[in-house]
């Protein structure tokens, strides 16, 4: 009865079926409620939007800058996470004296910075792609500041009896120790990439899914509002896809990964 | 006694403080100890939790330096860790990240020996524990007793002239615990390797050594010293069926004030 691999059969069926009828109440939901079009378009409305916008509102090219900025900034956020990480994680005396300072950057909104940055950039991509810097780079610093700081003193004193330098404790034990940690702030980082881009997008310029989500808006066209918010979300799901497949590449020899397939 | 062989270990009035937990006064853990152990002897140290046998062992090793006295090392004294002592922990500290072969050659890759030999020594001792055909897993697919004998390959594989073990057998069951002493006291006897062995276990004191020093309470020093007059120091299970065994663990339980005072259980059920 509780075989996994029936577990795993009877969850994929169960899943596709509730999305069976997530489509089917989305189509003929709005009509049945009496709720109007321009408050919830029914799928198909919301389909045939989807392919007016690539053919006449560029949405693939708009989709193309999201990604290019969501990428940009989630891989240049996690670096600089990682690597203020690892400096703060290896140096006590630094992480006091910037703990508050960190802590109090980790409390303000970042997104409430994308006015304040598209004021100093002007309407280009880079304040998106640096309030996404700003959003990634805390949940990865953070995990790698911690698992830096909890590594087994017995490990590095392992290594120090066999005379080990500071560089091959880091290479050997400190930063392989650190990528499972990384790896769950590079998951968060992922989707929060996505939210730091649109809101940036949302606030200033003419590029991106987030300004044809505040077209729409303008323009009262719910679909292509819905348009937007599928695309975000497609764009925000292969960020994290990649994540999981790189995860279960560099994390391999960790044990019942392959069994339960939970994101 | 004066045999005639070198000195490998000593502790020459070694005395160790750390800060308390206020910061203020300061605790001594060790005072005073000095003893020594010559090349290809087994000393076991035994002793009640607390008393600082893991400081002697850190000691030892290079790891912290003694507030006061000194620690030598096949005559020169110990400034920081060196090639010529390897230790092993309860924990088998296996790194999860690396193959059972990689893990064993963890020491001698940090200590710089060219690849081919490194996997020439490892793969000789992963073959005399027996575990040659799981080179190629990682840690968590092997059993506890399994692991700490990688760990003691490990271990073998830097070639030290002293072996520092602290309880290296506890966190295992009573079975494969048996099993292990006898692997790690056959190696010891063939290698002519020099030991020196923590444990709370007073049969594992007894039919591993050559001789047991006893630890005080805090702050620890040694109070006696019993040369374990036995057979078969490189078979433990047929030096348990020695008569005498008996008597040499009532003495010991008898030094320890075992039955009057109550010093923590040793670890796990023996």
């Known amino acids: 009865m509780s075989d996994p691999r029936t577990q795993i059969r009877n969850g994929t069926i169960a899943s596709l079926a509730l999305l069976v009828i997530f489509l ?7 009509d049945l409620l009496g709720v109007p079009t321009f408050i919830v378009p029914p799928l198909s409305m919301v389909a045939r939007e989807f392919v007016h916008a690539w053919q006449f509102d560029h949405l693939l090219f708009h989709t193309g800058v999201t990604v290019g900025e969501v990428l940009a900034g989630f891989i240049l956020g996690s670096l600089l996470g990682a690597l203020i990480g690892y400096l703060l994680g290896m140096s006590p005396t630094a992480e006091f004296a910037l703990s508050p300072y960190i802590l109090a950057l980790q409390i303000a909104p970042k997104v409430a910075f994308a006015p304040l940055f598209i004021l100093w950039m002007g309407f280009t991509v880079y304040p998106k792609i640096l309030v996404a810097i700003l959003i990634v780079f805390f949940p990865v610093m953070v995990n790698v500041l911690t698992a830096v700081r909890s590594v087994d003193p017995d490990l590095i004193n392992l290594a120090r009896s066999f005379k080990a330098t500071r560089t091959q404790i880091f290479w050997k034990i400190e930063f392989p120790t650190s990528m499972p940690p990384m790896f769950a702030g590079l998951r968060i980082g992922s989707t929060l990439a996505v939210v ?3 809101v940036g997008e ?3 310029g003419n590029q991106g ?3 044809l989500l505040s077209f729409g808006e303008g323009q009262a066209d719910t679909p292509m509002v819905f348009v937007s918010i599928v695309m975000l979300t497609l764009v925000g799901g292969i960020a994290y896809l990649g994540v999981i497949i790189a995860e279960r590449q560099v994390l391999h020899y960790l044990p019942s990964r392959s069994a339960g397939q939970g994101l | 006694m004066a045999l005639a062989r070198v000195t490998r270990l000593e502790y020459r009035d070694v005395t160790m403080r750390f800060a308390d937990r206020t910061g203020h006064g300061a605790l001594t853990a060790i005072r005073n100890v000095s003893f020594s152990v010559r090349d290809g002897e087994v000393v076991a140290l035994i002793g009640p939790s607390g008393c600082g046998k ?24 110990v400034a920081g860790p060196n090639a010529q002592v390897a230790f092993m922990l309860q924990k088998d ?6 193959t059972i072969l990689e893990n064993v050659m963890f020491g001698v890759e940090i200590q710089g020996v060219p690849l081919a030999e490194r996997k020439r020594r490892a793969e000789r001792f992963l073959a005399s524990f027996n575990l040659a055909e799981f080179s190629g897993h990682y840690p968590h697919h092997l059993s506890g007793g399994m692991r700490q004998r990688a760990a003691l390959a490990r271990t073998l594989a830097v070639d030290p002239h002293v072996l520092l073990l602290d309880e290296p057998f506890s ?3 009573a079975q494969t615990r048996m099993v292990l002493q006898r692997d790690l006291a056959r190696t010891l006897k063939q290698s002519g390797k020099t030991a020196l062995l923590i444990t709370h276990d007073l049969a ?38 020695e008569p005498k065994v008996n008597d040499y663990v009532a003495r010991l339980m008898d030094r320890l004030d075992i039955g009057h005072t109550g010093i923590e259980a040793p670890g796990g059920a023996a």
């Open chain 1, 24 to 30: 089917a109440a989305w189509q003929w939901g709005p």
């Open chain 1, 196 to 198: 730091g881009v649109v």
């Open chain 1, 202 to 204: 949302l606030v200033g």
């Open chain 1, 209 to 211: 899914l987030g300004y």
């Open chain 2, 54 to 77: 893991s400081t002697l062992l850190n000691i030892g090793s290079g790891l912290t330096a003694p507030s006061e006295g000194q620690a030598f090392v096949d005559g020169e004294r």
């Open chain 2, 93 to 98: 500290l296996l790194l999860p990240w690396r």
């Open chain 2, 171 to 173: 966190a295992v069951d």
């Open chain 2, 204 to 241: 594992e004191a007894v039919t591993l050594s050559d001789r047991v020093l006893v630890m005080s309470h805090r702050p620890g020093t040694v109070i006696d010293e019993i040369v374990i007059d036995l057979p078969h120091r490189d078979d433990p299970i047929a030096r348990r069926h």
